[in-house]
């Protein structure tokens, strides 16, 4: 047997203040997205803006369904978005935010294992890593200089 430590690097904002200026109006264009969200059972909201490499920002935000696997989450509907729409566009960086309207939510809250997969499919098909920030509704603000910090063991094509 042998053992293996895997180490991730995460950095954390307190506040939208800290951000740099393009960062901050990324995640506003997010907030607006979240705004947008239809979660009529979780109450949960989020809202997802993406920067490419063409300055185009294309937003998401969570549709829920009865059904619930029909359903989608902001930053899959933010990605399939952008790559049926601009296809050889590389996303550069990922704003993410999620709010409940049951509760206020003051802690990052980085994506679900189904978008981290998803955020993995696209980095690597463009060979390029994607800055990801999160949060809340408010408070601090996480950063991953790549997804391969949120997802360490990814599943991707050579598996298959």
């Given at each position: 047997m042998k053992?293996?430590?895997i180490?991730?690097?995460l950095?954390?904002?307190d506040n939208?203040?800290?951000l740099?200026?393009?960062?901050?109006l990324l995640m506003?264009?997010?907030i607006?997205?979240?705004e947008?969200a239809?979660?009529?059972?979780?109450?949960?909201?989020v809202g997802?803006?993406?920067?490419?490499?063409?300055n185009e920002?294309?937003?998401g935000?969570?549709q829920e369904?009865?059904?619930?696997?029909?359903?989608?989450?902001?930053?899959?509907t933010a990605?399939?978005?952008?790559g049926?729409k601009?296809?050889?566009?590389?996303?550069?960086r990922m704003?993410?935010?999620?709010?409940?309207?049951?509760k206020?939510?003051?802690?990052?809250?980085?994506?679900?294992?189904?978008?981290?997969?998803?955020?993995a499919?696209y980095?690597?098909?463009q060979?390029?890593p994607i800055e990801?920030?999160?949060?809340?509704?408010?408070?601090k603000?996480?950063?991953?200089?790549?997804?391969a910090n949120l997802l360490?063991l990814v599943?991707?094509k050579?598996?298959?």
């Open positions: 053992k293996v430590n180490e991730t690097t950095y954390v904002y939208l203040k800290e740099p200026k393009d960062v901050v506003e264009q997010a607006e997205a979240r947008k239809y979660a009529p059972y979780s109450q949960f909201h997802t803006a993406l920067l490419l490499d063409n920002v294309i937003t935000s969570n369904n009865a059904s619930y696997p029909s359903g989608l989450c902001a930053e899959r990605i399939y978005y952008a049926a601009y296809p050889n566009a590389k996303i550069v704003a993410i935010t999620a709010g409940s309207k049951l206020t939510t003051s802690e990052p809250i980085p994506p679900c294992g189904a978008c981290r997969q998803a955020i499919e980095e690597i098909k060979n390029t990801i920030y999160f949060m809340g509704e408010t408070g603000i996480g950063k991953s200089n790549s997804l360490p599943f991707d050579s598996s298959l």
